[in-house]
């Protein structure tokens, strides 16, 4: 046996109850379940052996990108057939210390983030909805369209942290800062967001000004650690889709920083990818997607909360919203391939093809989940006694 084929070969055989075919570049083909095969998996050219003693996943986006591999069929239900045996993919990660072992200084912090979410406002404008919201959409309806889900989940979130008007709301990576425009014009909010974006930074400071919100709102390029120093104090904190680029080791750290601007009795809603188990994480996200990026499992966090007398008030899954609204950008992402040509090239295509479909089918098989925590500083006694006001507004 070609060993350039053995470790697929041996992969593929613990595939039980899908329906596929592989095909080498040879020829070969390799008929995995039964016929008809629900898509075929072709491999123009052999991938070293060397690359899937480093990592599988890693292997098999880099062949998708480079055009060596490709999936007839529809990609996303193909990973989702595939990903039901992640566990077999296996990584060293060890021999990747450039990928799992990377600096988590501010300065490195900012430009791991910079490099993807400074792409440009034009370019996350192709896909996004119109609130420019990059985070897991809330869809009340089969219908909803991915714009109705994401003011949804803003809702969705303010509901939660059960705003009063005159109120001081922290945003701690505040994206282009909807959420925050949302809260100031329902609510009548004084916030604050802080990113180390330079584009969504400039992209939420225009939407301020042509919302004429300056007397409410205000954005500040800032890291997270900068809150620990700082004479800022919210009633409310939000978070959502930045945990993630935190690191494992600062936890504590983030928690702590949240403690010191936040009033006794304050509200904190953190909204973000978990994990059921501590990883490393996947080595071609790391390599290609999010540089630096770790998933904290819901554990961890949850864990830590006593460390600084907060409790939790609500815990939620959102998990199955998640693929939805990672389906809905990659359906808007095909819609504007032209455009994306011209900014990025058909590498790049791939690269984001591959990263919006194998997420989405991540999440649809509970290879990671999407979790809000909301908890209060302290004990607080002045919140609803039921759960209602968390669902209904």
Known sequence: MNMQKA????LI???KGINFTLQFGDGECVQVGNTPSDFKVILKEPIHTLDFILSYTLAFGEAYMNGNLEIEGNLYEALDAILKFKNHFHTHFHLLPELFHTSTSASHQKKQVSSHYDLGNDFYKLWLDETMSYSCAYFKSSLDTLYEAQMNKIHHILSKLNLQKGQSLLDIGCGWGHLLIEAAKLYKVHGVG???SQEQYDGFNARIQAENLQDYLEVKLMDYRE???SDLCFDRIVSVGMLEHVGRNHYKLFLSCIDHVLKDGGLVLLHYISSQIESPGDAWIKKYIFPGGVIPSLREIVSLLP??????????SLRRHYTQTLLMWADNFENALPQVHKMFGEKFIRMWRMYLASCAACFNNGVVDLHQILFTKGVNNELPMTRDYLYTK
């Open 227 to 229: 809150l620990a120093n």
């Open 194 to 196: 802080i990113t180390l």
């Open 7 to 10: 470790p697929i070969k041996e």
């Open 307 to 316: 460390n600084y007398h907060d409790y939790i008030i609500d815990i939620e």
């Open 13 to 15: 055989s613990n595939f």
